[in-house]
């Protein structure tokens, strides 16, 4: 009798159990399942190889762009927050998950690293520079808002036809179509609360520090740490007028005029005292 609500792996075992109890099964007797079982053994020996694959392939290539070994953590919390989306689509529309949906959950992994890449690089640039942590992360989500919502909407248009085809075999390409469309859109929304919460909570102390040690080294230049605060901004090195002794014209211009009136005053003076 077929079970209500069950799915292949339990359907599978109350068979085996049933035709061990009724002695169908024993030495003499080969049991063989249909291609759908054996891709579920497949799924469940091999899925969560693939996915710790996957996660360590896409840790140590945002480690080797960052050369950090930490700032990677905080990109993969978006692929929890895509996992979340999609378990819930499957419970909601009453799927069960397949061969084709886990190789959907693999590709989840390299697809919802890409927005917390986007928000984080501007806002450590931000920080670098100078800026207050929660005044970069805020920064940097305003600038990347858009860019992340183009790229979002990008993927989910192109899962929505996965998910409405009625062609032959559309039967394994809708769960692959709602798994990137559920992760994709669930992750976009976390991305921009999650990640900057996550990642100020645990470097502003070490941004603070930074921020901290830089002021000593300017009060040694201008003297008191309120002196510090107060002197102006130096100019840059590659700007104009930043080297006198360059000899470009704002540089040189008060002391370079400041000399030639001395220089013509003094002249003047030679050729008076010749005449007398």
Do not use: C
Not at 13 to 42: F, I, K, P, W, Y
Not at 137 to 153: G, H, K, Q, W
Not at 208 to 229: F, K, N, S
């Amino acid at each position: 009798d077929p079970i209500p609500g069950a799915n292949l792996s339990d359907v599978k075992a109350e068979a085996h159990g049933r035709l061990v109890a009724a002695g169908v099964l024993d030495a003499n007797v080969v049991q063989s399942t249909s291609s759908n079982l054996d891709l579920l053994g497949d799924l469940l020996k091999y899925g969560p190889i693939a996915f710790a694959l996957a996660l360590l392939l896409n840790y140590l290539a945002i480690g080797s762009q960052f050369n950090s070994f930490k700032y990677p953590l905080y990109l993969l919390l978006t692929v929890p927050l895509a996992l979340v989306g999609a378990v819930w689509a499957f419970y909601l529309t009453g799927n069960s998950l397949d061969i084709i949906s886990v190789l959907g959950v693999v590709m989840l992994v390299g697809l919802v690293t890409k927005n917390a890449i986007l928000l984080l690089d501007v806002a450590m640039h931000r920080a670098a520079e100078g800026e207050d942590l929660r005044s970069a992360l805020i920064e940097a989500a305003r600038v990347r808002f858009r860019p992340i919502v183009m790229t979002t909407m990008t993927v989910i248009v192109i899962s929505i036809p996965l998910m409405v085809g009625a062609a032959q075999g559309a039967e394994f390409r809708k769960p692959l179509g709602l798994v990137i469309l559920s992760g994709v859109l669930t992750s976009a929304l976390l991305t921009f609360f999650v990640v900057p919460t996550a990642f100020y909570q645990f470097e502003r102390r070490r941004y603070a520090r930074l921020g901290a040690a830089a002021v000593p080294r300017a009060g040694a230049i201008y003297g008191t740490r309120e002196q510090a605060l107060e002197a102006p901004a130096e100019p840059h090195p590659g700007t104009r007028g930043s080297d006198p002794a360059a000899g470009s014209p704002r540089g040189t211009g008060s002391t370079g005029s400041a000399r030639a009136e001395t220089d013509g005053a003094r002249s003047m003076g030679e050729r008076e005292t010749t005449t007398r």
